[in-house]
Structure formats: C-alpha cells, structure tokens
C-alpha cells in the first residue's frame, strides 16, 4: 500500500524544534488519530461514528505512522507522517459509484481529509457536511492541546505542490467546534416514506428521493438489514429511525433502524420534520437570591403583616 509523506507544522511556546517531550506527543497523537478516523469516515459513509469495531478499509486508510521530527531548538517543530493514499486502503469502495459528494480524491489521505475538516470548523460553516455532532465535540476537545505549550498546528490539505494550502488549528478552532456543537439540534424519532433511488452495501448507506424528488441520505444502523433494503430497490419505502440535524438546523442524514414497504404510505410521511426547538435552559439562582424572586420580590417576606385591605390594594396595582 502507497503512503503519502506529509509535514505538520507544530507552534509552541517554548519553541522544541526537534526535542519534542514524550508526554507532549503522546498527547497531539491521541488527539489526532480519532480525529482522523471520524473524519475519513464522515467523509465516505456520512457519519463520523458507529458501535463495534472500525471496517477494515478505515482501519487501513487511517493507518498513519511517524515518520520524523525535525526543526531547530527555539523553532516551530516539523511533524513527518506517513498516511495511506485513500484510493489503495479503500480500493473497494473507491471501485463504487460515489454516494456522497463528500467522498475525498483517491489520491487524498486521512490528514487531508481532516485539513478540510478543521477549515470548515474554523469558517464556522453551520451547513458544512464534513461533520455531525460527534465529530465536532472530538474537536472541540483538542482546547486541552492549548492550554499549555502549543499555540498552533498547520495541516496540508492537498499534495498539489502549487497549492501549498494549510489549514491553521487553534484554540479559535476548538472554541468554533464547541459553538458549533452547542447549536446543533439533538437527533429526533423519524418516520419517513419515499423511493429507494441508490444503496451502498459496504457501507450500509442508501439515498431515498422524497416529495418533488429532493434527495436524502441515509445510514441503515444494521448490516442484517441490507438485503431487504436491496429488495426494495427502485421501489417506494417507509424507513424508521432517527434524524440527524447540521448546526444550522438542516437535514445532514437519517439513522434508519427499519425499513419497510411503503407503497400505500401517506404522503404526510414523504417530508422529513425539522429539528425540535431546544428548551431554554432553566434559570440557576444563587444561594438566597431565590427569596429574592417571585411572590416576596413583590411583597418583602411573604407571608407578612399586611392587611386584607393592603393586599387587594397591591394586587389592583399589579393589574395596571
């Protein structure tokens, strides 16, 4: 399998060049390879998570090794790696028809993908669909790396020597990740009908078209379930399972845990329901400043002294 050489720019404070400390890499490498994984899987099936071990193309694909490091004491650090080119470890699927239009160049590995990434990040693009809500809260997990020595890191996006195009990570890409996410709408129960237009096996994902022929994506949570989907083929289906929503409130895909014909399904049921509200969240006083609120805020300390007469006189107050 071909690897790809890239270099990462690592800033620090102290400036390590070379004579990167142990417990420092350890901790950007145990940052970057989730990262990585969530990233080229966002990419290719359209999400960035999924319960049991990773395929085995994405195993390869994001199998990125050190290569070297380099640079003079005092100066930014040079991070050589390895990476496979995405064409080779995933040679499979890149032999399909595209699903998604997400799906990296063949000659794209996992640390391009995740430049491309971390660039929407910090646009704060809410509509982006290199991301969902997992792979956001990864990265806003990555303000750990900024609190002590590194300042920045400058990821390559592409091995075009012409286009020497780096996306910069900070701590304003953690701080965008973490905004992003606190605005993304949780996921809600779904019942959706339409016709089955396109199926990837190897990645359990299909697209169905819905009223007027507007199309959405979706991921069948059980493999099992892949060779009824096939049945259905071309045909009308009614699909169950959960919506998963962008930052900005539109549709990035559906979860489907069931799938059935749907041929005499209402046409209620071909149009995908919006992102419930969220709750504001509750108001948190402080100790002793709940006495402070409501009836006594009105009245001092309640119950008083007052008589029959000054309380019908406040409330007609109150009524003005």
């Given at each position: ?20 400390p ?19 899987r ?47 470890a ?29 660039k ?29 020595q ?14 020497h ?156």
């Open positions: 399998m071909q690897y790809q050489e890239h270099a990462i720019v690592l800033c620090t404070r102290d400036g390590y060049g070379k004579h990167l142990l417990e420092f890499c350890g901790q950007l490498c145990r940052q970057l390879a989730p990262m990585m994984l969530g990233s080229v966002m990419a290719i099936e359209g999400t960035s998570s999924h319960t049991g071990a990773p395929p085995l193309w994405l195993r390869q694909a994001t199998d990125v090794r050190i290569a070297g490091i380099s640079g003079k004491r005092h100066e930014n650090t040079i991070l050589h790696l390895e990476a496979p080119i995405l064409g080779e995933a040679e499979e699927l890149y032999q399909q028809q595209a699903l998604w239009d997400t799906k990296p160049a063949p000659q794209d590995t996992a640390i391009h993908v995740l430049a491309r990434v971390m929407d990040v910090r646009t704060g693009d809410a509509g982006s669909p290199l991301y969902d809500l997992h792979l956001l809260k990864q990265i806003s997990h990555i303000h750990a790396l900024f609190e002590h590194l300042i920045a890191m400058d990821l390559p996006q592409n091995n075009n020597p012409r286009m195009a780096f996306t910069r990570v900070d701590e304003e890409v953690a701080k965008k990740a973490s905004d992003l996410s606190e605005h993304t709408p949780a996921p809600r129960p779904v019942r959706v009908a339409g016709q089955l237009d396109m199926i990837r096996h190897s990645t359990r994902t299909f697209e169905l078209l819905l009223e007027e022929r507007n199309p959405v994506r979706g991921i069948l949570s059980d493999a099992e379930k892949m060779e009824t989907l096939k049945s259905f083929l071309g045909q009308k289906i009614v699909i169950a399972g959960k919506a998963i929503y962008r930052p900005s409130g539109s549709l990035l895909r559906i979860d489907a845990d069931s799938v059935a014909g749907g041929r005499n399904e209402s046409k209620l049921f071909e149009k995908v329901p919006g992102p419930v509200e969220k709750q504001p969240r509750p108001t948190r006083y402080k100790p002793g400043e709940q006495a402070k609120r409501g009836v006594p805020r009105f009245f001092g300390q309640w119950p008083g002294e007052e008589t029959d007469e000054q309380l019908q006189a406040m409330l007609q107050e109150l009524r003005k």
